[in-house]
């Protein structure tokens, strides 16, 4: 089974500059979520989406962060304008159904905001 | 969800047995408890989960006293490779709630 892809894997910006990370998820699965890890720091959840729909951005920064799920699939994630504190892993995680045994994350990308 | 407190980091060697506690006094009837498992640049892995007394896969044991105010996550014989962050999450993964994770047990494994 594959597993969920991201890219890029690194990213360097300026700061007020705009960035967009890409997702896919594992196949099949409906649910995806996108968590922000800085340095030091466990993974904090940003987005939720079932199927194409956002079921929970309650800790997501929507002035300058969105999102979206076209199709139900793929997923985009996007910063506009970036500042330094948002340096950090940014983790895809897709989900068959609920119960906490189920989430694979991918790899991530790590974002240098200069 | 419950609130989990564990260790900030361990030490341990290579062949050693490696034991994290996690506190979770505040569990729910309906929680199980659950570890994930993160290496560096690398998204967390599922590891164990369990409601109660003990769970034991390739991997882990998962060791869940009575009262279910705590669980100790057992890596037997631990590798260079052990070295990683282990998250302990409390939860019954009903649609609607998420993984939240703490700040995790940080195991360095040395030679």
């Known amino acids: 089974e594959a597993g969920v892809a991201q890219s890029p894997r690194y990213k360097i910006i300026e700061k007020r500059q705009s960035v967009a990370f890409w997702c896919n998820p594992i196949?099949?699965?409906?649910?995806l979520y996108w968590y922000q890890q800085i340095l030091g720091q466990g993974p904090k959840l940003l987005i939720q989406?079932?199927?194409?729909?956002?079921?929970?951005d309650s800790q997501l920064p929507k002035d300058r962060f969105s999102a979206e799920r076209l199709k139900g699939v793929d997923s985009t994630l996007k910063i506009q304008p970036a500042k330094l504190e948002d340096s950090a892993v940014y983790l895809c995680?897709?989900?068959?159904?609920?119960?906490?045994?189920?989430?694979?994350f991918g790899s991530g990308t790590r974002l240098t905001v200069v | 969800l419950a609130k989990t407190t564990q260790p900030i980091s361990m030490d341990s060697y290579e062949g050693q047995e490696v034991n994290i506690t996690c506190s979770h006094n505040n569990i729910a009837t309906n929680d199980y408890i659950t570890w994930y498992q993160q290496f560096p640049s690398q998204g967390p892995r599922f590891i164990i989960q369990g409601y109660k007394t003990k769970v034991t896969n390739e991997v882990a044991s998962l060791f869940i006293p009575a009262d279910r105010k705590s669980s100790t996550l057992s890596l037997p014989r631990v590798s260079l490779s052990d070295t990683a962050v282990y998250y302990c999450l409390v939860g019954d993964g009903a649609a609607g709630n998420k993984l939240t994770f703490g700040g995790g047990t940080r195991v360095l494994v040395k030679p």
């Open positions: 995680a897709s989900s068959l159904d609920t119960g906490f045994k189920g989430y694979t």
């Open positions: 196949s099949g699965h409906a649910t």
């Open positions: 989406f079932q199927n194409n729909g956002v079921v929970d």
